[in-house]
C-alpha cells in the first residue's frame, strides 16, 4: 500500500493530536507541515524532520499532498479548505466549519462540488458515551424524546487570549465562548436531540470585557423539528472548568451526560456507559476521540460516500450559533449580509 501524502497547516497547540494520529494512521505519511509564525514551524519542521512553507498554495504546488490538516485559526478555515478541495486534497480541519456563516456555505458548495472528501473535527461524537446514547436514541426504544438540557461552566482568563490574540476578535475568531469552547456541546445537542428549526438566544460579554470584543456567556433556547426542546448555558466565568452536562428526557427514560452516561428508568433500574481510559499527560484531558476520527477518515477515503461529519453537518451547529449573533448583535448581521453581497458580486464579476 502505497501512504497517503499528508501535510498539516497550523502548527498551535491543536495540531499536536493531528500529529499524533497521523503517525499511527498505516497508511498516511507525514511529507510537510506549514505556518506563518517562524518560530512554530522551524518547531515543527525540527520535531517531525519534514520540510515547512510559509504558504500553503506553494506547499500543495511543491509536495503536492493527497490530505491536509487545518489546524488554523477560524478566519482562515474557508480559503484554505477551498483550495485544497478544488485541487482534489482530502481535508481534515478543526472547528468550526468557518468563523462566518458564508464562509461556511463556500466551504459546503466547494465540496459539493468536486470529489475530495472534508471531515470537521466534531470529535465528541467518538466519545464512547456519546455513541452509546446516540445508538440508543437512534433505536426508538426509549420513545419520544421530550427535550435536553446542556451546560457548559468553564473558565478563562486574559491570559488564554493574550497568548492568541485571534480568539477574543470577531475578524478572526468568528465569535468567542460559543465559536471556540461550547460549539462541542452545541454540535452534540442538535446531532442527538434532532434538526434544530428555530432558535432564541443571546450572548454577552460578563467576565473579559478589558481583554475580548467577543462573547464569554450565552444561554438560548432550540426547538427541533421532531417536537423537542432543547435549553442551553454556557459561560468561561465559572470559577472551574466543570464537567460538560447533557441531559436528555424521554418517554421511557432519561439520559446524563457528565463525562460518563447514565440511563435512569422509572423503575429504578439504572445503566452507565463509562468513557475510555486515557493515559496521564499534558493533553490528557482531551481524550483519544480525535485520534479515532481522524482514523475512521483515512479508513473511509476509499468509500463513495461524503465523511459523515461533513461541511453540511457542521454548518447545521455553525447555524445555531450564527443565529444568536445575529440576534444579539443585528448591527452585525446587517453588516455581514452587506459585506456577502460585495463579496459574491466581485466573485460574478472575477467570472466575466
Not at 450559533?321 to 459574491?344: F, G, K, L, M
Request: hydrophobic fraction near 45%; charge should be negative.
Amino acid at each position: 500500500m502505497i501512504p497517503r501524502r499528508v501535510a498539516v497547516i497550523g502548527c498551535g497547540d491543536i495540531s499536536s493530536l493531528h500529529f499524533d494520529a497521523i503517525a499511527i494512521v498505516s497508511d498516511a505519511e507525514l511529507v510537510a507541515v506549514c505556518d506563518v509564525h517562524p518560530e512554530r514551524l522551524a518547531s515543527a519542521v525540527a520535531a517531525h524532520g519534514v520540510p515547512g512553507f510559509d504558504s500553503h498554495t506553494e506547499m500543495f504546488d511543491t509536495v503536492h499532498p493527497d490530505v491536509i490538516h487545518i489546524c488554523t485559526p477560524h478566519h482562515l478555515h474557508a480559503s484554505i479548505a477551498i483550495d485544497a478541495l478544488e485541487r482534489g486534497i482530502h481535508v481534515v480541519m478543526e472547528k468550526p466549519l468557518a468563523h462566518t456563516r458564508a464562509e461556511g456555505d463556500r466551504i459546503v458548495a466547494a465540496a459539493e462540488a468536486g470529489t475530495a472528501k472534508i471531515a470537521v473535527c466534531f470529535q465528541n461524537r467518538y466519545n464512547a458515551p456519546v455513541q452509546a446514547a446516540a445508538a440508543l436514541l437512534a433505536s426508538g426504544e426509549l420513545g419520544r424524546v421530550a427535550g435536553a438540557a446542556a451546560t457548559v461552566m468553564w473558565f478563562r482568563g486574559p491570559e488564554y487570549y493574550l497568548d492568541r490574540p485571534w480568539r477574543g476578535r470577531w475578524a478572526t475568531g468568528g465569535g468567542g465562548l460559543l465559536m471556540n469552547q461550547a460549539i462541542h456541546t452545541l454540535d452534540l445537542l442538535q446531532w442527538l436531540v434532532g434538526e434544530v428549526s428555530e432558535v432564541s438566544g443571546n450572548a454577552s460579554t460578563r467576565a473579559l470585557g478589558d481583554t475580548i470584543e467577543v462573547e464569554d456567556t450565552a444561554e438560548m433556547v432550540l426547538e427541533h423539528t421532531n417536537g423537542a426542546r432543547s435549553i442551553f448555558y454556557a459561560t468561561l466565568a465559572n470559577a472551574v472548568n466543570a464537567p460538560v452536562t447533557i441531559d436528555i428526557v424521554t418517554e421511557k427514560a432519561t439520559l446524563n451526560l457528565r463525562g460518563n452516561l447514565t440511563i435512569s428508568y422509572p423503575d429504578g433500574r439504572v445503566e452507565v456507559v463509562e468513557e475510555r481510559a486515557v493515559a496521564e499527560g499534558a493533553r490528557s484531558y482531551w481524550g483519544v476521540s480525535h485520534r479515532l476520527l481522524i482514523e475512521d477518515f483515512y479508513a473511509r477515503l476509499d468509500e463513495p460516500e461524503a465523511f459523515w461529519i461533513s461541511p453540511v453537518e457542521a454548518q447545521r451547529t455553525l447555524n445555531i450559533i450564527q443565529d444568536v449573533y445575529d440576534q444579539t448583535y443585528p448591527e452585525r448581521a446587517q453588516s455581514s449580509a452587506a459585506w456577502q453581497h460585495t463579496e459574491e458580486n466581485d466573485r460574478k464579476a472575477a467570472t466575466l
